[in-house]
């Protein structure tokens, strides 16, 4: 089956919507078969999901081709974003179909969409236009049910923590040991650290109580105070991208912290014995995802992890998988080079002992205009008038951002690569001006026009990316871990986000304390809690924040992924659903069973 092309064989963006656009594509997707054959997998390797989704048995793979070099490994980021986002997602898309055009094996790695930002503002991070992975209707909901069998696995925990909590308070330590053969965890009820998760925003159940009592007063539970978190936030999850195999998932599920005893010892899903049915739920959540670009490429969809609450990258295993197929394997990573593409750095890397050839940093002239001085775009709302007209002076003083988070990438050794995602509304003048300024700055720049043409409209960044990756790279980790926690967090504070100093709260610092206490403390990466809106914990500072310093509310744990969370500012994990979310444009054609409105 010939693959599907832009010339006259896709709607045109500019007058359709994004899933008009992918609907229509779909109707001469290649089936599953093909993308798996074309790919490079065996029959047996491929888990078909239908005729167009599939999974990957990732060992099976990894197993046959132990030996074979790994292909060019990019990593997509990009600026600091307005609430819009600055496509991201379909620039590595675009990219891929580019490689593509160019003669190039390449592949994706993208994480699944959480049911959250679908039903709320952000859309179901497929890409857009003529640079999206299809189907998109089954990938935006559900798909092969991972985040689903997250779910479960996290709140078989609190099931876990909740009814135990409740026996040993209803019976005396004989009678529990008889009932259970398990002896007495004496969990203090104010040091519970799980929450429930559910894979919507819903700011109604960021504080909960449970356990009240029930019909005629019987005792339902352990009444307290407890939470529901965003799904993709999960601990879980988090193990899910960095797992490398089943066995590490494994050990890494028997350490995740639930609550602590009242002498202050840690109780893990091993304490409580539920890990290894935990672990179940997910088992077949281990293999990644595949589905196909709009000209059919293969894309790798696995894990979906925010990155302002979490280590927001798609899996190891995904990348492992993609690098063994692919000339080029292309893997983003969320929010903006200060957020993803320094947790990649820093923490995945680690974890997979992968090295990145080269790095696209996304920006817009829409994001540059928002930090040179233009009214913030606000989802749900017309975008401002000035976003529509030339104005060279707002994008130069944007640049300023952009230059940063070039910055950034500069300082992991890896060579970055501009890409000017462009909009229809962008003037040749604001063009040359981002050319001229990171040129200037030692950067490539390639104009890329994906969104409108596809491949054919990423050709300038393909041939800059493949230069790029023959560069020679000396990728080396902003910190050690055998750096005490502060030090990690005031290295980040200072040379990725350009803080002057990190402030603690009382909590915060004790708790920072007893972890760099810790003897194993050095095997703990860090992972950063922050605004993406911002380079600082501030989201209403655009820019380049001068003069600030940042602040650490609270420090969390999270044993089994194997790093702690610094929290900046005032970030929930749980988000909020706005007054005017996507679910309200979103429908069904009884007639046909095709959902509209998803983008």
């Known amino acids: 089956m010939t693959s599907v092309g832009t010339e006259n064989k896709t709607l045109d963006p500019k007058n359709h919507a994004d899933w008009e656009v992918a609907q229509d594509a779909e109707k001469r997707m290649k089936t599953i078969y093909a993308i798996a054959d074309e790919m490079g997998l065996t029959e047996k390797e491929l888990l078909p999901y239908g ?10 793979v990894l197993d046959r081709l132990e030996n074979k070099p790994n292909g060019k490994y990019i990593n997509v980021t990009a600026i600091t974003p307005t609430p819009l986002g600055e496509g991201k997602s379909t620039t590595t898309i675009g990219l891929v179909q580019g490689l593509g055009k160019r003669g190039k094996k390449a592949s994706a790695a993208i994480r699944q969409p959480s049911g959250g ?6 859309g179901s991070a497929a890409g857009g236009g003529r640079s999206q992975c299809i189907p998109l209707t089954p990938f935006s909901l559900g798909f092969t049910g991972d985040i689903n069998s997250i779910m479960n696995a996290h709140n078989l925990a609190m099931v876990a923590l909740t009814s135990r909590m409740q026996h040993e308070r209803n019976y005396d330590d004989e009678k529990l040991e008889k009932l259970s053969g398990m002896k007495r965890l004496d969990i203090d009820p104010t040091r519970v650290e799980m929450g429930w998760v559910i ?24 009444m307290m105070r407890s939470k529901f978190d965003i799904a993709v936030s999960s601990e879980v999850m988090a193990i899910l991208a960095v797992a490398k195999d089943l066995r590490d998932l494994r050990e890494r599920m028997s350490k995740i912290i639930l609550a602590y005893d009242k002498k202050g010892n840690p109780l893990t899903t091993k304490d409580f014995e539920v890990d290894g049915a935990m672990t179940a739920w997910i088992v077949e959540a281990v293999n990644p995802n595949l589905i196909q670009t709009l000209e059919g490429q293969p894309v790798i969809v696995h894990a979906g992890p925010f990155a302002n609450i ?3 990258q798609s899996s190891i295993i995904a990348d492992q998988v993609g690098l063994k197929l692919s000339e080029y394997h292309v893997t983003e990573s969320g929010f903006g080079a200060d957020i993803g593409y320094e947790k990649f750095w820093n923490l995945k890397c680690h974890y997979s002992g992968l090295k990145p050839d080269a790095a696209v940093v996304v920006a817009t002239i829409r994001a540059l205009k928002c930090h040179g ?4 775009p606000l989802p749900g709302k017309p975008l401002p008038e000035e976003y529509s007209t030339e104005n060279v002076e707002w994008v130069e003083k944007g640049c300023a951002n952009l230059l940063h988070h070039v910055d950034i990438v500069k300082k ?5 690569v501009v890409c000017i995602n462009a909009f229809v509304t962008d003037t040749e003048a604001e063009i040359a001006k981002v050319r001229e300024l990171c040129e200037a700055a030692g950067a490539r720049v390639a104009l890329s026009r994906h969104w409108e043409d596809g491949g054919d409209g990423a050709l300038e960044l393909a041939d800059a990316v493949i230069a790029a990756c023959q560069d020679e790279t000396e990728f080396t980790p902003l910190y050690t871990w055998d750096m005490p926690a502060r030090e990690r967090i005031e290295r980040v504070a200072t040379e990725v986000y350009g803080a002057d100093g990190v402030d603690y709260s009382v909590e915060a610092l004790r708790k920072l304390k007893a972890i760099e206490a810790d003897p194993k403390a050095s095997e703990l990466g860090m992972c950063m809690v922050k605004s993406h809106l911002s380079l600082s914990d501030n989201p209403a500072l655009k820019g380049v924040p001068k003069g600030w310093r940042l602040t650490i509310r609270d420090v969390l744990v999270f044993g089994g992924a194997g790093f702690f969370v610094p929290v900046a500012g005032a970030i929930s994990l749980m988000p909020g659903t706005g007054s005017n ?4 444009r979103i429908d069904v054609d009884p007639d046909t069973g095709q959902v509209k409105g998803l983008f």
Do not use: E, W
């Not at 005729?51 to 099976?60: E, F, L, S, T, V």
């Open 51 to 60: 005729h167009y989704m599939g999974k990957i048995d990732y060992r099976a």
């Open 117 to 122: 930002p679908t039903m709320g503002v952000k």
């Open 199 to 222: 894979d919507f925003c819903c700011q109604a159940l960021r504080n909960v109580i449970i356990g009240i009592d029930g019909v005629n007063g019987q005792r339902d539970g352990y």
């Open 310 to 312: 979490a280590i927001g």
């Open 373 to 376: 001085g233009a009214p913030v």
């Open 412 to 416: 992991s050794g890896v060579s970055p």
């Open 581 to 584: 979310p996507s679910f309200r």
